[in-house]
């Protein structure tokens, strides 16, 4: 676990710690146990563009959480994934805007000579290597399907 992203998890630990920041040094651990489960579990070290992936997947889990919390009035949990998410998303890159996303769906649309939904899964990993980290899956797929409909 020698890359850029790591290393800056390792010292954002080392902070939370020497400033007694609990709530932010338990979701940091939380961070790091994921990426430790996964080295062990698929027996690979870590590049920066798998962590994209893990912290991504991370920031969906709680954003379905959130959901589901605020549906069962629990604001109090939902309050803590939320600041799980503004934790995790310290370590994402900046996030595209709609231009940005737009842009990127319709050169991938462009080079995938796309002509219809049943293109769908071309379009969709020439864009997903670029937005990972930085747009929700789930917008990505929406802007997707209207270009391809």
């Not at 609990?22 to 590049?47: C, G, S, W």
């Not at 595209?96 to 737009?102: C, I, K, Y």
């Amino acid at each position: 676990m020698s890359n850029g992203l790591v290393e800056e998890l390792k010292a954002a630990v080392k902070d939370a710690m020497r400033a007694k920041d609990k709530p932010r040094l338990q979701t940091l651990r939380t961070i790091q146990a994921e990426l430790k489960r996964v080295e062990v579990d698929e027996r690979i070290e870590l590049d920066d563009a798998r962590v994209l992936v893990i912290l991504d997947k991370m920031t969906k889990q709680r954003r379905d959480s959130i959901k589901q919390y605020e549906e069962a009035g629990r604001d109090e949990l939902a309050e803590v994934e939320q600041y799980e998410i503004s934790v995790i998303q310290d370590f994402l890159p900046e996030a595209l805007t709609e231009q940005e996303l737009a842009a990127i769906v319709d050169k991938a649309v462009a080079d995938s000579d796309a002509a219809g939904m049943q293109d769908m899964g071309k379009v969709m990993a020439l864009v997903k290597p670029q937005v990972q980290g930085r747009a929700d899956m789930g917008i990505v797929s929406k802007l997707v399907k209207e270009k391809l409909a």
